[in-house]
């Protein structure tokens, strides 16, 4: 795999213990990691091109950016999906998704590039063998340094697009916490969904009185006005390379 894939700048890929792709800077730095602490955080959507992280004949992982669909909808047709089947010359859209971030949020998104690998994605995303961790920040300060959430949710029906807790219809659904730092005003941490619901992240750190920064559907008056964005990235992706069956992890470099 590693002979045959690509990776590109900005992030690195890991097969077992070897890392075949180191990062090339971007979203590095002092200044990259101290932005986070003088909000309010304005970045600007990427225009146009895909940032590719990896790709081979089987599968190519895209840093996502914020504000941008995964998929084309009813009316916007620019998505993540649509940008890589222009770049790799694929047609057939529908083939190549494997799962999906919300718009808001930023990150490593794999798509499948041929239908043995399209199976065998859903299939390790259906059996929960994919890894994910995310980092965000939440206003206010978590005093914990670690902790868990575990609440049911299901859909507001009574206001699409939005979901809620719900005691009674809601699926089980828990998410693993971690703080990387604390600032006045602000926390960051890493965030670990065990199960993969809607919105899980974003509700759940709403539900503890910690929403997320710039989350214009669960976030506060004072939230919102601490960031340009909703402060979510998907980090890092683990899973099985659909073909050689490595355990493989990609990255993608977190700006804020």
Same mark, same amino acid.
Request: aromatic content about 6%.
């Given at each position: 795999?590693?002979?045959?894939?690509?990776?590109?700048?900005?992030?690195?890929?890991?097969?077992?213990?070897?890392?075949v792709?180191e990062?090339?800077?971007?979203g590095?730095?002092?200044?990259?990691?101290?932005?986070?602490?003088?909000?309010?955080?304005?970045?600007?959507?990427?225009p146009?091109?895909?940032?590719? =992280? #990896?790709?081979?004949?089987?599968?190519?992982?895209?840093?996502?950016?914020?504000?941008?669909?995964?998929v084309?909808?009813?009316?916007?047709?620019?998505?993540? *999906?649509?940008?890589?089947a222009?770049?790799?010359?694929?047609?057939?859209?529908?083939?190549?998704?494997?799962?999906?971030?919300?718009m808001a949020?930023?990150?490593?998104?794999?798509? *499948?590039?041929?239908?043995?690998?399209?199976?065998?994605l859903?299939r390790? #995303?259906r059996?929960?063998?994919?890894?994910?961790?995310?980092?965000?920040?939440? %206003?206010g300060?978590?005093w914990?340094?670690?902790?868990?959430?575990?609440?049911?949710?299901?859909?507001?029906?009574?206001?699409?697009?939005?979901?809620?807790?719900? #005691? /009674?219809?809601?699926?089980?659904?828990?998410?693993?916490w971690?703080?990387?730092d604390? *600032?006045?005003?602000?926390?960051?941490? /890493?965030?670990?969904?065990?199960s993969?619901?809607?919105?899980?992240?974003?509700?759940h750190?709403?539900?503890?009185g910690?929403?997320?920064?710039?989350?214009?559907?669960?976030g506060?008056?004072?939230?919102?006005?601490?960031?340009?964005?909703? =402060?979510? %990235?998907?980090?890092?992706l683990?899973?099985r390379?659909?073909?050689?069956?490595e355990?493989?992890?990609?990255?993608a470099?977190c700006?804020?």
């Amino acid at each position: 795999m590693a002979s045959t894939g690509q990776v590109r700048p900005g992030t690195s890929a890991s097969l077992g213990a070897a890392v075949v792709g180191e990062a090339g800077g971007k979203g590095k730095g002092v200044a990259a990691e101290e932005m986070w602490l003088n909000g309010p955080f304005n970045a600007p959507v990427p225009p146009g091109p895909l940032e590719i =992280l #990896f790709v081979d004949e089987e599968i190519v992982v895209c840093n996502k950016p914020s504000d941008l669909l995964c998929v084309p909808g009813r009316i916007e047709k620019d998505s993540l *999906a649509t940008r890589a089947a222009l770049e790799l010359g694929h047609y057939r859209v529908d083939r190549m998704i494997v799962h999906r971030l919300d718009m808001a949020t930023s990150g490593c998104v794999i798509m *499948a590039r041929t239908d043995a690998a399209l199976k065998d994605l859903n299939r390790q #995303f259906r059996e929960r063998q994919v890894r994910k961790r995310y980092v965000a920040i939440v %206003h206010g300060v978590l005093w914990a340094d670690e902790g868990e959430v575990d609440l049911p949710l299901c859909r507001n029906r009574g206001c699409p697009p939005l979901h809620m807790v719900n #005691f /009674e219809h809601g699926k089980p659904s828990l998410t693993k916490w971690r703080v990387l730092d604390r *600032a006045a005003d602000r926390t960051r941490v /890493e965030l670990i969904p065990v199960s993969g619901r809607s919105h899980q992240l974003r509700l759940h750190m709403n539900a503890i009185g910690h929403p997320i920064l710039g989350d214009h559907f669960y976030g506060t008056t004072d939230s919102l006005a601490l960031a340009g964005r909703c =402060l979510l %990235h998907a980090h890092t992706l683990c899973l099985r390379h659909p073909k050689t069956g490595e355990r493989t992890m990609f990255t993608a470099p977190c700006e804020f």
